[in-house]
């Protein structure tokens, strides 16, 4: 599976934005999505998880509540909508996918990985 995620850039606080990766390769549909994020100086973190039909989603508690995650199995994409966009959500983004049809915030279940985009949220 290939990824290829796109949307970053750099936004004020309390703007929202979308970020999108798009899966090329094997079904798409076959796999759990995620999305983490990595801050400079910081591990890798997870932000958002979809399992593989769309009906059962998991949120980081630091973005509950202003991200929301959605999938179209028909275009192989995955979104993240982010709303109330703070200062300390600063961070290159990343899509993975995973074997796993359930959804999972374990970054280890991941085998694909996009190439990150990158959000700057400035006060």
């Known amino acids: 599976v290939q990824l290829q995620a796109s949307g970053g850039g750099v936004v004020q606080a309390g703007e929202s934005l979308r970020l999108s990766c798009a899966a090329a390769?094997?079904?798409?549909?076959?796999?759990?999505m995620g999305w983490f994020r990595q801050a400079p100086g910081k591990e890798r973190e997870f932000v958002a998880t979809?399992?593989?039909?769309?009906?059962?989603?998991a949120y980081a508690d630091s973005v509950k509540g202003r991200f929301t995650i959605s999938r179209d199995n028909a275009k192989n994409t995955v979104y993240l909508q982010m709303n109330s966009l703070k200062p300390e959500d600063t961070a290159v983004y990343y899509c993975?996918?995973?074997?796993?049809?359930?959804?999972?915030?374990?970054?280890?279940?991941?085998?694909?990985w996009g190439q990150g985009t990158e959000l700057t949220v400035s006060s």
């Open positions: 979809i399992n593989w039909s769309g009906g059962t989603t």
């Open positions: 993975a996918a995973g074997p796993l049809r359930s959804a999972t915030k374990v970054l280890a279940n991941y085998n694909y």
């Open positions: 390769g094997r079904t798409f549909s076959m796999y759990v």
